[in-house]
């Protein structure tokens, strides 16, 4: 986790997600605010749509990737120690693909 | 006028502390700078120590914490200071004496980028020529003095100073990758890719804000990002 790591492509992964997911959210909060699905299963039908299906399986890898380059970027900036700090690179990654598998999982039941 | 001043001797102190100095009104003229108030401090009491050698702003030798901002005395107006006037050496860097800083890691960060034109063709006739935008494209980023006012304002200098280059390395860096005549630049570019050498910089810009000469290291690792992804693309 030193010396080619990536720092460009860490950089570049960061910005675009944030791009994407501020779209997201726009265009979610405006779907929620204008045309808000009458039920639980109205719900359950919109989101089960493909293209909405992709998009929040997208969302959800940009804010996983963005959280791991901010995460990772907090721990490389305060944790000194090379232990702790592999440890501790390691429980985030850990948890990240956790909320993966989960995140995929609900979506996928979805459809 | 009443000052609150850095002492530390190392070889004497068990640990830092702040002395009280009052300067006589009748001795500060319109138009002072700090540096020729601590002159006369010094005179008062000689163990004051301090960097000091052009008093106009161009060797960059009296970097100091100036009621919290970096700044060099010699360009810092008296008249505009609140009282007591708190001097502090640069942070972030060991002290040797009193407002006087270890330099050394500083100038290691700046020494790693090579600062010098790395141009193996035959050395031509003439010299190597450039176009005058060529040349502008130099503008504010070759009039930096290495004060190392930005560097130690720098947060991501201060957590992680042997791997993070810090502000004025980096400018330094942009000065070389941006000129024409240099043929290292794609060296020059990956030696600066990685988590660590850059990319600790995360656009705080306490650089630009207080760096004496104006120039605006900030923006400078900005072109350096923006060059990175020109060329990996």
């Known amino acids: 986790m030193s010396r080619r790591a990536s720092g460009l492509r860490a950089w570049a992964v960061q910005r675009l997600s944030a791009l994407y997911l501020a779209l997201f959210v ?67 990654l850990l948890a ?10 609900i979506l996928v039941g979805l459809t | 006028m009443r000052f609150r001043i850095y002492r530390y001797d190392p ?18 003229e319109p138009g002072m700078m700090l540096l020729d108030a601590l002159l006369l401090l010094k005179a008062q009491d000689d163990s004051l120590s301090f960097r000091r050698s052009c008093g106009e702003g161009v060797c960059g030798s009296d970097g100091m914490n100036i009621n919290g901002r970096n700044g060099l005395a010699c360009i810092t107006p008296l008249a505009g200071l609140s009282e007591p006037v708190t001097v502090r050496p640069l942070p972030g860097l060991p002290v040797i004496r009193d407002l006087v800083v270890d330099m050394g890691p500083f100038y290691r960060q700046y020494r790693s980028i090579r600062p010098w034109l790395q141009n193996d063709e035959p050395v031509p006739e003439v010299e190597r020529r450039q176009t005058p935008a060529e040349r ?58 990685g988590p660590w050498r850059l990319f600790r ?33």
Not at chain 2, 210 to 215: E, F, I, S, T
């Open chain 1, 26 to 92: 726009l265009l979610l909060t405006g779907k929620l605010l204008l045309a808000p699905p009458a039920d639980a299963a109205a719900w359950r039908a919109w989101v089960a749509r493909p293209a909405v299906n992709t998009a929040f399986g997208l969302a959800l890898a940009a804010l996983l990737l963005h959280a791991w380059v901010g995460v990772r970027d907090v721990i490389l900036d305060y944790v000194h120690s090379p232990a702790l700090r592999l440890a501790l690179l390691a429980l985030v």
């Open chain 1, 96 to 105: 990240l693909a956790a909320f993966a598998w989960w995140g995929l999982r």
């Open chain 2, 11 to 28: 070889e004497r102190d068990s640990a830092p502390r702040m002395q009280d100095y009052e300067l006589d009104d009748a001795l500060i």
């Open chain 2, 136 to 193: 502008a494209r130099l503008d504010g980023l070759y009039e930096c003095i290495l004060c190392a006012c930005c560097s130690t304002a720098c947060p991501s200098f201060w957590w992680n100073p042997e791997r993070f280059l810090g502000p004025a390395a980096l400018l330094a860096a942009a000065r070389w990758i941006e000129d024409s005549r240099d043929r290292a630049t794609e060296a020059r570019l990956d030696d600066l890719d």
């Open chain 2, 201 to 233: 910089c995360h656009t705080i810009m306490n650089c630009t804000e207080v760096c004496p000469k104006g120039l605006d290291p900030s923006g400078a690792i900005a072109r350096i990002r923006r060059r990175m992804l020109r060329e990996a693309l």
